[in-house]
């Protein structure tokens, strides 16, 4: 079965910089890869969705990036704020229906 | 305001009881969701709905029952055959099609005492 993969050691940047997430599938490019961010003990918020035939896609202070020659997704927090500070999940999908990653605690230090 | 509402935010079960979880949509998206996310994992689907009166199992469903009987409800019912039931049961929906997020609930916690 189809495995995402992020990493599960928490991120931590300090405030301004860039933060930058991975995420990894095994086997076949999804057709599509969504992030979502998650904050403790609420559930997920949609944020972006690329397709596999679109290198990267923007939304004002993020942009994610769709590699399927790495088979990996990248997921770039520009000027980092203390409130991005969260669990941010990737979601790729197989057939019908999505397969979530673990998520990826990341901490923006003031 | 349009959005999915679960309650209770906490549940506790006995051992041998069944509990159901609410899950309500105002959004007019036709396809629902249940997820379970315990510490360390991902999401992993229990069921989904993409139409009323018509629901499939997801890769964890044993133990577990659910309903679709109107568009914008979707309750989750966890067995005494479930034998591992705490964890954060999340529900969600979407619009048909593959181009849109979902949109989650708050979320239940529900733990076995």
């Known amino acids: 079965s189809q495995k995402i993969e992020q990493n599960s050691e928490a991120l931590n940047i300090q405030e301004g910089k860039t933060a930058t997430l991975t995420c990894n599938y095994t086997?076949?490019?999804?057709?599509?890869l969504q992030w979502y961010r998650q904050d403790p003990g609420r559930g997920p918020v949609f944020l972006l969705l690329i397709r596999e035939n679109e290198k990267e896609k923007r939304k004002e202070r993020l942009k994610v990036t769709f590699d399927t020659t790495l088979k990996q997704s990248l997921f770039h927090i520009t000027a980092s704020q203390p409130a991005d500070s969260a669990t941010y999940l990737c979601?790729?999908?197989?057939?019908?229906?999505?397969?979530f990653g673990p998520g990826t605690r990341l901490s923006v230090l003031p | 305001d349009g959005g999915i509402t679960q309650s209770p935010k906490y549940l506790f079960r006995k051992e041998g009881q069944n509990v159901t979880l609410s899950c309500e949509q105002n959004?007019?998206?036709?396809?629902m969701y249940w997820y379970r996310q315990d510490p360390g994992q991902g999401l992993r689907l229990i069921y989904y709905?993409?139409?009323?009166?018509?629901?499939q199992k997801g890769d964890i469903a044993e133990g577990y029952s659910v309903s679709r009987e109107k568009k914008e409800s979707f309750p989750l019912t966890v067995t005494s055959a479930q034998k591992n039931p705490t964890a954060f049961y999340l529900c969600a929906s979407s619009i048909s099609g593959l181009n849109y997020g979902y949109t989650f609930g708050s979320g239940t916690r529900l733990t076995v005492v």
């Open positions: 959004l007019n998206h036709d396809a």
């Open positions: 979601a790729a999908l197989y057939g019908q229906n999505f397969v």
């Open positions: 086997n076949y490019s999804p057709a599509y």
């Open positions: 709905s993409q139409i009323v009166n018509d629901f």
